[in-house]
């Protein structure tokens, strides 16, 4: 394929994750944006856990019955000539990791904010990733319909909390049972919905003009409150600056009501408009640019049991580079071994559909059996190795058994497999013992424990653990880490890909081992492919 039908191809692509703080409305406004692109035709509402439907977007058992959101979900769509590729993250603090892998692997994020509550603690933390990473940021502000704060009093808060100019796209008119819809400061006219829609509108009712008579005798003093308001703004307001919202030092602000269809309309012409397509991705030897002729993909998110009737494992690939091709020969970087991929898969949350060919951008699903890791680069042939999917050291420990020793096979299977798709950190003490989680959040635990019961048929007994603490070990002299291990052997444990890790009772048991070996590196962080290592410390 020549290289102007590739680049063509990936100025199409829009790549982005939906973040938010737990309950201010992210799985909802995935629902509608599969709604308005037509990719479903009734949303499902998170909250009716009662009736036969639940959220596209949430497929794990447990997440129907919690109505929450616990692991990643990838869909793609197209609307507007523009394959828009979305990942709804877990709003919970436990689940924070699987997040911040899914922002690597995405060139913009959409974040919700509950209009009501404001910028909330989990907000600030995912905000804190994507500029990191120098990721675009586009602004939900939600739930419109009920009473919540003052929308200037909102606009500060993005602003000083965030530190990033907020600019508004969209205005509301009105809040509460007031509220009438969303006025668009750009094309100058005012969206009207109605509340409680599930499927959308057939056309769209606009009142043209933000002077126009009709709007201030249908609303009145709220239309009153909303004119000052938008004066306000068309005067004090930086201007859109798209360089400025790429580099992400500005974040354009659209408000509305995700369960009643209000905004969600503008949030998709938004993305389809201003987020950026595809960019290079930086690989330890070079930069690689999305339009290059060759194929290069890493695996940001491993899924176990998505059906359940057939036991699998999909690795999520994000493409980098080039065109993917069903049943091209690829080669895992980690590896060396060949894979030739006939049963690929693109996402419709739990639908699949077989996948031709797919472009830098495109998340793609490839079925397999433990052949491929977190991390794992496919290549056409070349050696790359991707950096930026990090573990973080847990800091909650659990031991496990299982309470029918029949069923041990099984239950070393499922922590495998769920240590290996990164839902828990799996640790083999070198000293006998029963296997250690370790963990971000209680939540994490208990998701394991439905998720062995339900998938892998193990009934697991979850204990305390002395640890509080883990930290990955290496050295330059082997001999050095020899000793260490020997002495510290009761302490000693491998996780799942076979790193070394040192479990730790207190902070003043890590001071007195660095102490007492100083050539030893003690890692909170490692990154799962190329075992590249964070800091010492």
């Not at 640890?467 to 070990?473: D, E, L, Q």
Request: aromatic share 8%.
């Amino acid at each position: 394929m020549s290289h102007t039908s590739i680049s063509q191809e990936v100025a199409r692509r829009r790549t982005f994750a939906i973040i938010s703080h737990p309950d201010a409305g992210k799985t909802t406004l995935t629902e509608k944006l599969l709604l308005f692109t037509g990719a479903i035709q009734i949303a499902g509402s998170v909250k009716a856990r009662k009736a036969s439907r639940h959220a596209s977007s949430d497929w794990m058992e447990i997440e129907k019955q919690r109505g929450i959101s616990v692991a990643s979900s990838v869909m793609q769509m197209e609307y507007q000539d523009c394959v828009i590729n979305l990942l709804d993250t877990p709003g919970h603090q436990d689940f924070s990791e699987d997040t911040y892998r899914v922002l690597t692997a995405v060139d913009a994020a959409l974040m919700v904010i509950d209009a009501a509550n404001g910028i909330e603690p989990q907000t600030i933390r995912l905000l804190q990733v994507c500029r990191a990473r120098n990721t675009p940021i586009l602004t939900f502000i939600n739930k419109l319909d009920r009473e919540v704060q003052e929308p200037l009093d909102l606009l500060s808060e993005v602003e000083s909390h965030l530190g990033m100019d907020a600019v508004p796209f969209t205005w509301p008119v009105g809040m509460g049972k007031s509220f009438g819809g969303v006025y668009d400061l750009r094309l100058d006219r005012m969206r009207l919905f109605r509340p409680g829609q599930e499927r959308r509108a057939g056309h769209d009712d606009f009142i043209e003009g933000l002077e126009n008579p009709l709007i201030q005798e249908k609303f009145g003093s709220a239309f009153d409150k909303a004119h000052e308001e938008i004066s306000l703004i068309k005067e004090a307001a930086p201007a859109f600056d798209h360089e400025a919202f790429l580099a992400g030092r500005q974040t354009p602000v659209f408000f509305g009501s995700a369960i009643n269809n209000f905004g969600v309309q503008e949030i998709l012409d938004a993305l389809v408009q201003w987020a950026p397509k595809p960019g290079p991705r930086q690989a330890l030897s070079r930069t690689v640019q999305p339009n290059e002729p060759k194929f290069s993909g890493v695996v940001f998110k491993v899924q176990a049991n998505m059906d359940p009737a057939h036991r699998d494992r999909v690795a999520f690939v994000r493409v980098s580079s080039g065109k993917f091709e069903r049943g091209m020969r690829l080669k895992v970087s980690r590896t060396g071994k060949e894979i030739r991929p006939n049963n690929v898969v693109s996402f419709l949350s739990q639908r699949r559909d077989l996948l031709d060919e797919a472009y830098a951008g495109d998340m793609i699903g490839i079925p397999n059996h433990g052949v491929l890791h977190l991390g794992d680069v496919l290549t056409e042939g070349e050696n790359l190795q991707f950096t930026g999917l990090p573990f973080f050291a847990p800091e909650l420990f659990q031991a496990v058994e299982v309470k029918d020793p029949l069923r041990t096979k099984q239950l070393r299977t499922g922590l495998t497999q769920l240590g290996e798709e990164g839902a828990i950190q799996v640790f083999r003490p070198e000293v006998g013992g029963a296997l250690l989680l370790g963990a971000v959040g209680q939540l994490q635990f208990e998701v394991v424990a439905h998720r062995l019961k339900t998938e892998y048929g193990v009934d697991a007994r979850l204990m305390p653990s002395r640890y509080t603490m883990a930290r990955w070990v290496t050295s330059d002299n082997p001999k050095a880490l020899r000793k260490f291990m020997d002495s510290n052997a009761a302490h000693i444990a491998y996780d799942v890909v076979d790193a070394l890790a040192f479990l730790i009772s207190s902070p003043a048991q890590l001071r007195v081992a660095q102490e007492l070996n100083p050539e030893i590196n003690f890692h909170a962080m490692r990154e799962h492919a190329g075992q590249v290592f964070g800091e010492n410390g």
